[in-house]
């Protein structure tokens, strides 16, 4: 089955403790992308990979780091989360400008 | 500044009846639009698309219309069911480009 997987699918941590949230996707795309849903906010891109070993800055880049290593995964690191990253996260993959991109399940990651 | 707006923050329809959601942009340089469907505890599901070369693309029962003089697109469901109910969220791309921009989504509910 063509999907997104991200894990974990909830996480509370306290500030400061870095942590990795994993996205993986098994249909060969090479776009990939990170967002995070707030209420009243919609959806906010946070980075984005065009391929294996790129990547750029979304609209809410700051407090977070991605790496493509390879093309499936495409995980975001909190290096020192803050409360003001308590949110939820959505990985996508798509093929290019053609495709819509296909989600993730989410995560809800609450910081304290 | 939000380049992708949609204004209601929730709509309730009766079920039969056509359900349209609108979407307005300001960067002129958006040439790509698409429409994602969102229930709970899911990622969000793309549902159609448009280029700026069309006024209108259709799968179904649903169909959006782009007006690009006056920056405004808008999706049509008809006949709307109850399974539709849902968080629906414009977004808008430029082609070349690599960044997706969401509106905050609109919460469409259809009475049975």
């Known amino acids: 089955e063509a999907q997104v997987t991200q894990n974990p699918r909830y996480l509370i941590t306290v500030t400061g403790k870095k942590l990795t949230v994993t996205c993986s996707q098994n249909?060969?795309?090479?776009?990939m992308s990170w967002y995070r849903q707030d209420p009243g906010l919609g959806l906010r891109q946070i980075y984005y990979?065009?391929?294996?070993?790129?990547?750029d800055k979304g609209d809410v880049p700051e407090g977070y780091k991605v790496s493509r290593k390879e093309k499936r995964n495409f995980p975001l690191i909190l290096e020192s989360p803050s409360p003001n990253q308590t949110s939820l996260y959505f990985c996508?993959?798509?093929?290019?400008?053609?495709?819509?991109?296909?989600f993730g399940s989410g995560t809800r990651l609450t910081v304290v | 500044d939000q380049q992708v707006k949609q204004n209601s923050p929730s709509l309730s329809v009766q079920e039969g009846r056509i359900s349209i959601l609108n979407c307005d942009y300001t960067?002129?340089?958006?040439?790509?639009f698409l429409w994602y469907k969102k229930y709970p505890a899911e990622g969000p599901t793309f549902l159609i698309s448009?280029?700026?070369?069309?006024d209108k693309n259709e799968d179904g029962r649903f169909t959006v219309f782009l007006n690009k003089s006056a920056k405004h697109l808008s999706l049509h469901i008809v006949p709307s069911q109850p399974g539709d109910s849902a968080v629906y969220f414009c977004?808008?791309?430029?082609?070349?480009?690599?960044?997706?921009?969401f509106g905050a989504g609109t919460r469409l509910f259809v009475k049975a």
């Open positions: 996508a993959s798509s093929l290019g400008d053609s495709g819509g991109y296909t």
């Open positions: 249909m060969n795309h090479e776009y």
């Open positions: 990979s065009m391929n294996v070993e790129v990547t």
């Open positions: 960067n002129s340089m958006f040439d790509y």
């Open positions: 448009i280029s700026s070369i069309k």
């Open positions: 977004a808008a791309s430029s082609t070349g480009g690599f960044k997706t921009i």
